[in-house]
């Protein structure tokens, strides 16, 4: 037995984890989205089932996110430059108030409730469905992006609310370049440089809110070394990270050859799916 299960009952989690680090690696790939909307989800059911308690389960759910995000979004981010479709602008303008933002979703993640993580990824799961399964070409903010301050702003929130769910920035960024008339190819390189700038402070800014609840918490094997370091488990990211490295390029490779319909409406409805079981969990407590 460990952390209250049996050795069939840990094979099969971690046969579930190396599959999604497949999904999680190709959807960086396809949709710069670093993989954490697939992550988060699947981790939360293995934490809870390995006794992780409720007060602790998504902030840890997040941080590890955010560590295996760190190489996926690099190989990911490496192999959109090669193709030239990065909009190095758009980055030169975001980089800093992503990273403020980035900063500020971490210390909060330190003092916040756990419920607080839960609405923020319905809200922008399920915003983001709407975006991917009724969005048309009509729908647009404007012609371009914009600039000065607002600009700035949108960087902001992208690192906030890329760091409270645990993903790489890509939900926002897509949905906001597109929205400005960029191509949806360039949005998604994109959005992989801004998760290799999301994810390493992020993931150690939740090692630094997790340290606290590792000492609140001695008897959770989950939060304590070897197993974790603050809020990032390193079971999870051992078991997750090879495949998702591996994939990654494929997904980068289907994202410049096909068209992306299909699969936006599949990970919109997905999005729905995830949203409301952190629904059910908001009002029932699991």
């Not at 949108?154 to 949905?175: C, K, W």
């Not at 190819?185 to 590792?214: C, D, K, M, N, R």
Request: proline share 5%; glycine share 12%; charged share 10%.
């Amino acid at each position: 037995m460990v952390a209250a299960l049996n050795a069939s009952e840990l094979l099969e989690l971690a046969l579930l984890l190396v599959a999604v680090g497949a999904l999680s690696g190709f959807l960086a790939g396809v949709f710069g989205i670093g993989g954490g909307a697939i992550l988060v989800p699947v981790f939360y059911e293995c934490f809870r089932l390995a006794g992780v308690p409720l007060e602790v389960r998504m902030p840890l759910c997040i941080g590890t996110s955010l560590a295996i995000i760190i190489p996926t979004s690099i190989r990911s981010y490496r192999a959109h430059y090669s193709r030239g479709a990065v909009d190095t602008e758009t980055l030169r303008q975001w980089w800093l108030p992503v990273l403020i933002g980035v900063i500020a979703g971490s210390v909060t993640a330190r003092y916040a409730p756990e419920r607080l993580f839960k609405i923020v990824f319905v809200m922008v799961a399920w915003s983001a469905a709407v975006r991917l399964l009724l969005a048309r070409e009509s729908w647009k903010f404007g012609d371009d992006l914009p600039k000065g301050p607002l600009m700035k702003i949108y960087g902001l929130f992208v690192g906030l609310l890329s760091t409270l769910m645990g993903i790489g920035g890509g939900l926002f960024s897509n949905l906001l370049m597109t929205f400005y008339g960029r191509s949806i190819h360039q949005a998604v390189a994109t959005s992989s440089a801004l998760a290799v700038l999301i994810s390493i402070p992020g993931a150690l800014g939740y090692v630094y809110a997790g340290w606290p609840a590792a000492v609140r918490h001695p008897d959770v094997a989950a939060l304590q070394l070897p197993f974790a370091i603050g809020y990032v488990s390193l079971i999870g990211a051992v078991l997750v990270m090879p495949t998702s490295l591996m994939t990654a390029p494929l997904g980068v490779k289907a994202a410049h050859a096909m068209s992306k319909r299909t699969l936006e409406l599949a990970f919109g409805f997905y999005l729905f799916i995830v949203g409301g079981r952190f629904v059910i969990s908001l009002l029932g407590g699991l």
